[in-house]
């Protein structure tokens, strides 16, 4: 009796071994392209240190294999969920995938992209800068290291602005989006920085970065949104105009997007803070009022 209830049913809804493949072909796309921006980003800098002028090129591969990357990111989780075959195997490979598509790659991009060809007739500044770089590099890894880390270990954490954890939103900055805002502004100029200014700059942008993956700060994660019917004509609208943004103007439409999904914690932040003073504000002037 117990077969014949049981074990019917338990077939019917256990995945076939060939599902739990899928996942795990989008977690290698991953891998391969995040290896393939590390190549792509030593092959620019061995050309920009012999003068040619094909190093933009490299570093304009680099930043589309990063980008590549994030989307075969995206797909492994959601074809898990969908076909139902997450698992620890594929959890504990995704995070490793993680710490070299965008822990190492965008590490290795900011170093030799964004310090190593600077132009300056001050040496002291050069050495001074390249030193920089390295320990800003590191540092950016390490922040996706522990990024990674916190994730695995916590279920649904919860943030400052809120005491009970919440589906709808990351704590700390995605390790993928991270990569994401690294790999746009390369690609919106993939020549190698040669301005000593410029360079500061960057890697002051690698620190904030870093330092965003390791807050505490929210950031939206989708997962609450369901999607609409695929016959809504507003969806066809939205998703063509988006398709084609990206087709026609990718540099300007990805960089915007990547920058407004980095600002959002920050901005979702700022909000909270002033809700709580206007609470506060509120609450006081209440007993205030009570107590006259």
Not at 224 to 242: D, E, M, T
């Amino acid at each position: 009796m117990q077969e014949r209830v049981v074990g019917p049913q338990a077939r019917k809804k256990r995945p076939r071994r060939a599902a739990y493949a899928l996942p795990t072909l989008f977690t290698s796309a991953n891998i391969f392209f995040g290896f393939i921006s590390i190549l792509q980003a030593i092959e620019g800098a061995l050309h920009a240190r012999a003068g040619t002028g094909a190093a933009s090129d490299y570093f304009s591969n680099s930043a589309k294999a990063l980008g590549v990357a994030v989307f075969s990111d995206g797909l492994d989780g959601f074809v898990a969920r969908l076909t139902n075959t997450a698992s620890d195997f594929g959890r504990e490979l995704d995070s490793l995938a993680d710490v070299i598509t965008f822990g190492i790659a965008p590490a290795v991009l900011t170093y030799v992209w964004g310090a190593l060809f600077v132009q300056t007739e001050d040496t002291l500044l050069y050495s001074h800068l390249t030193r920089a770089a390295y320990l800003v590099a590191f540092f950016y890894l390490l922040c996706g290291a522990v990024r990674l880390a916190r994730f695995n270990i916590q279920t649904h954490p919860a943030s400052k602005d809120t005491a009970r954890s919440d589906r709808r939103f990351f704590v700390g900055m995605p390790i993928p989006a991270g990569a994401a805002m690294i790999a746009t502004v390369v690609y919106m100029d993939p020549w190698p920085v040669r301005s000593s200014a410029y360079s500061i700059a960057w890697l002051v942008l690698a620190v904030i970065v870093g330092l965003l993956m390791v807050s505490t700060w929210r950031y939206p994660s989708f997962k609450h949104i369901r999607a609409p019917k695929p016959h809504s004509s507003l969806v066809v609208i939205v998703v063509a105009g988006a398709l084609c943004l990206i087709f026609f103007y990718s540099q300007p439409v990805l960089l915007a997007l990547a920058s407004t999904y980095t600002a959002s914690g920050i901005v979702i932040r700022v909000v909270g803070f002033l809700r709580k003073r206007t609470r506060a504000r509120r609450l006081a002037a209440t007993s205030e009022t009570h107590l006259g």
